[in-house]
Structures are given as C-alpha cells and as structure tokens.
C-alpha cells in the first residue's frame, strides 16, 4: 500500500541530483579559501616572529620587520572610524527614527546602498582631489583616513540603519503613548537595543578599511619611510600598500618576505571578523523580547 | 492639566471625558472615519465594538494623536478631551499622552527592568531630568503595581527584565501600571486581552473593572462577550460610523439599529 510508485522513485532520483549540486558548490566555494589560508600559512608561517613584527624594514625592505606598516594600518583605521561611524551612525538615525517615508527618503536610501558598490579606486580618486587637493592636506594620514571614512561610510549607514530597524516597533510605540519625544525614546529605548548590531557593522568596516590598497596609494600611504609618522599630517606606510610593494616593486626580496605580511594582514581582518561574529552570537542569546 | 473651558459649567449632565464632533478621517484617500460624533462619559468604561476594518482602531489612535506618525492620516472636525480640541495648535503631545494612556493588543513592555518600565513615563515626564530619590521611585514603583494588583508576585524581581520570564498577563498588567505614575485619567484600550489566554484575560478584564471610577477607560474589543461583561457603555460601529451609543445592557438586548442587532447575534463581523 504504501510501497514506492515510480514517480515518487524519479522525484526521489531529482532530489538527490540537486543536493549533490549544491554540495558540489559548496565545496568549490571553500577550496579557495582553504588554499589561499593553507598556502599563506605554509610559506608565510616561518617568518613570523616578535623581531617581524616589531622592527623596522631593512636593506631595502628585503629584509627586517613590518612595524612601520602595521602602525600606520592601525593609526589609518583609528582616524578613518574616528570620522565615519559618528557620521555615519548619525546619518543612520536620522533615516530610520525621523525622516519621512517619502520619496526623497526612498531615494538616498537607494543612492547610499549603491555608493557601497563604487570600486574604491574612483573613491581614491576622489580623496585626491577633495582631500589632498581642495583641503590642502596633502598626501597625510587625515587625507588617506578621510578617504577610508567616505568609502566605509555607506555600509555603516546601512549596517546602522537595519540595526536600528531590527529594534521592534512596538518599543516605540510604547514611549511615543507615554509622551515621550523621538530623542527620548531613541536615547533611551532604540540606541541601547541596537549598538551591538552597530558594532557589528563597524567592525567588519574595520576589516575592510584594514585591507584596502587603492584608497591610500595616492591619498597619505608612502612605500617606504625611515621613521614612524608623528601626526597626522604625516605620511605613513601601510600593511596593504607594503604587501603590493615588496610582492611587486622590490627585487630580490625572499619569497617567505610577502607571504607574511600577507599572512599579518590576512589575520588582523580575520581576528577582527570572528570579534564581529562573537559580538553577534552574544547578542543573539542575550536579546529575548 | 489641560484648562478646563468656561462653558461646562452646567451640573445636571454626566461630565464628558471625551468628545467628538464631525469627526472624519483620511489615510492618503482612503476615508476610515465618517463624522462619528460621540459623547464618553467620565469615570465609566465604554467598550467599541464592530467589524475588523469598521474605525474602532483608527478612532482610538486619533485620541492621543498617535495615528500621526504615519503621516498621511487627514482629519477634519475634532476630538475634545475635557472640552479642549486635541488638535488645535497649542496642544503639547507630551501633555496630552500624560494625560491619556494606551493599552496595545500585544503586551510590549519594554525591554528594560520591571522597575524601570513603570518608572519610564515618570523619568521623561520629570523636570529634573529624568533623576528620582531612591524612597520616591520605590513608592511609585509599589503604587502603580498594587494599582494593577501585580505587587504580590512583582515585588521580590522588580530588577528582573520586563521581557523575560514573565506571562502575558502580567506583561499586559504592567504595561497598564507604566501609564499610572504620571496620573493618567484617560485610558485607551486596543483589543487588551486579545493576546491573552482565557485566564489572562479574566484576570485583566477583573483589573479594568477594579480600575473604572478612578479612570476613564475607552475599551476596543472583538469579543462580544467581553463588551457585554466589561463595559457600562458600548459603541457599536460599521463602515467608519457609528450605529448606535447606549448603555451596554441596553445595545446587547434592546438595540435600536438592525445592523447591531444582526452583529451581536453574529451575522456578521
């Protein structure tokens, strides 16, 4: 009676087609990036040490540590957050807590999700020309921030904005029957249910800021510099630009040389990734309403 | 307190809380509203009935000014609290939701402390910035609770999450104590136990009658049942009017429309 009837055997043949496909994917997804961490790790790996990261690049950058870069990496992305996630959470507010649900809304909403995509050359280019140019920062570590900050800036007026929306409405409407204003209630009841999914959106800015080359070639990041910058008007070496550098520009560098800045850069965005993730799952168990 | 207007002085007719006159509404172009007029008595609880889709709701929300959020509501004639119109321009929002309180089909206190949801209206009400002496919240805290009789069981966890570990019922019974310690004398009330088990919502039905007197208490409901037991008045509306306003005994045997009568036997709706 209940015994399988050709169809069910063909649906059951098309089921276990697709879950095959799917797996495949999967696995052709995964392969690259176990490469990619197995190979900087293998060639990479024995170059790691204190003296690597702590001293300075030697015998023209063929030999020596990356201080210099990892310096300048952490004070780019300090001064780049430092200008973006005010703006840019204060932006975020502004869209979800008290413009208008018109078209104008609707229309920066849209153009900001689409000023995420813009490759981030055109970006530095921009910073070229506002920063360096029309500011007179010159080539500096503001100039080289700014432009960070302008191509970070959309995903965490994004990322802000769901996490602001992603607080229930019903909150709201409790403090606006009670007569309170939409400062009180963002203050008081939207902004302490919502900064963990902010952070969240930050950090992974954070990473990506970490990680880009073009945006600070032309705007603050120098190839090489014998001392530490000391403002920030100063020009700066960078982990990224010195990976391009020394994989590229310089001769007779030792292969184990570029595999581990690479490996460096690789591991300070993902640390900074799973930070990210950590934040989320402890938000997730935490938040019950 | 809002002024009270020098014209109702006369004695002999029950004090209105709230009055409507030609009141119609609009979302976008869409009329919810058809020039309801209607007299609520102070001190008593009416209940609102009708259809889903009849303006109960949307009348209710248009009380405190709440339906504004949405930005395309439309109003024309007014909604007097007290004899002021809400809607004239010298009305402070603040002011008139201290004044009327609001109840939601979902419970939704917030995600806070026990403590911290009553002392929440009281906090952004307060002159001084929202900061209360220890003694003061405390009496404030014991009051409202005891007011929606929750004290008993509240009283060892006030610093408990509001959200968490507790029933419907009492989430819905101290979202009604958040409203008490700013003095509210108006409460509106949206379908309060309709999220509510059988139990819960004898329980809360028991606490709106424990509560009529001291407040005034405008009641939407679905459930029939509710209206008949829970209410000295009922406004019955259908299609954005009103049909018919009498004391409930009277609309659930006697009523005077056929489209009442044909709603309470369950015609429709």
Redesign the interface.
């Known amino acids: 009676m209940f015994e399988a009837t050709g169809i069910n055997q063909q649906n059951d043949q098309t089921q276990k087609r697709f879950k095959m496909l799917f797996g495949v994917m999967m696995v052709i997804l995964i392969i690259p990036v176990i490469i990619i961490i197995g190979t900087l790790i293998y060639k990479g790996g024995p170059s790691i040490s204190w003296s690597f990261i702590f001293d300075h690049p030697t015998n023209g950058m063929t030999q020596g540590g990356i201080f210099p870069a990892l310096f300048g990496t952490v004070w780019l992305v300090v001064v780049s957050l430092l200008a973006s996630v005010p703006l840019g959470v204060a932006a975020a507010i502004y869209l979800s807590e008290y413009a208008p649900d018109n078209l104008l809304t609707r229309l920066i909403n849209l153009a900001t999700i689409n000023l995420a995509g813009v490759p981030s050359i055109v970006h530095a280019l921009f910073g070229v020309g506002a920063f360096v140019v029309f500011f007179r920062f010159g080539t500096s570590i503001l100039a080289a921030s700014l432009t960070l900050a302008i191509m970070t800036l959309p995903v965490v007026i994004v990322s802000s904005w769901e996490a602001l929306q992603s607080v229930p409405r019903s909150f709201r409407e409790a403090c606006w029957n009670m007569g309170a204003t939409r400062w009180q209630t963002i203050w008081n009841v939207v902004l302490p249910n919502a900064y963990t999914g902010i952070l969240t959106g930050v950090i992974l800015q954070v990473s990506r800021a970490a990680g880009e080359t073009a945006p600070i070639m032309f705007t603050g990041a120098a190839m090489f510099l014998p001392f530490l910058p000391n403002s920030v008007f100063d020009q700066t070496m960078a982990l990224a630009l010195h990976l391009f550098v020394v994989a590229t520009q310089v001769p007779d560098v030792p292969e184990s040389l570029p595999f581990g800045v690479a490996l460096v850069l690789v591991g300070i965005v993902l640390i900074m990734n799973f930070f990210a993730i950590w934040i989320r799952m402890r938000l997730r168990g935490k938040k019950k309403w | 307190m809002m002024t009270q207007s020098p014209s109702s002085g006369t004695q002999t007719p029950p004090e209105l809380a709230i009055q409507t006159r030609d009141l119609n509404l609009w979302y976008g172009t869409f009329q919810a509203l058809f020039d309801v007029n209607l007299n609520i008595k102070k001190g008593i609880i009416t209940s609102l009935i009708g259809p889903s889709g009849c303006g109960k709701s949307t009348f209710l929300r248009s009380v405190?000014r709440?339906n504004e959020?949405l930005?395309y509501v439309r109003i024309k004639g007014s909604i007097e609290v007290y004899n002021q119109n809400v809607y004239a321009p010298s009305v402070e929002?603040?002011?008139?939701?201290?004044q009327v309180?609001?109840v939601?089909q979902?419970p939704?206190?917030?995600?806070i402390s026990i403590r911290e949801n009553i002392l929440?209206?009281y906090r952004?009400?307060n002159e001084k910035g929202g900061r209360i002496a220890k003694s003061e919240a405390e009496g404030i805290v014991e009051d409202a609770l005891r007011q929606v009789l929750l004290w008993d069981q509240m009283k060892d966890r006030l610093d408990n999450?509001a959200?968490?570990g507790l029933s419907l019922e009492e989430m819905q019974k101290l979202?009604i104590a958040?409203?008490l310690p700013?003095k509210p004398t108006i409460l509106l009330m949206d379908e309060p136990c309709s999220a509510l088990d059988p139990k819960g919502t004898a329980a809360v039905e028991e606490l709106i009658w424990e509560l009529r007197g001291r407040y005034s208490i405008l009641i939407v409901t679905h459930n029939m049942a509710q209206a008949r037991r829970a209410s000295e008045e009922c406004i019955f509306m259908l299609m954005g009017r009103v049909v018919e306003h009498s004391p409930t005994e009277k609309l659930f045997v006697t009523p005077v429309h056929q489209e009442t009568a044909d709603y309470i036997e369950g015609r429709y709706g």
């Open positions: 405190d709440i959020r930005g929002l603040a002011q008139l939701r201290k309180g609001m939601f979902r939704n206190p917030l995600p929440f209206g952004i009400h999450k959200t968490v979202c958040r409203l700013v």
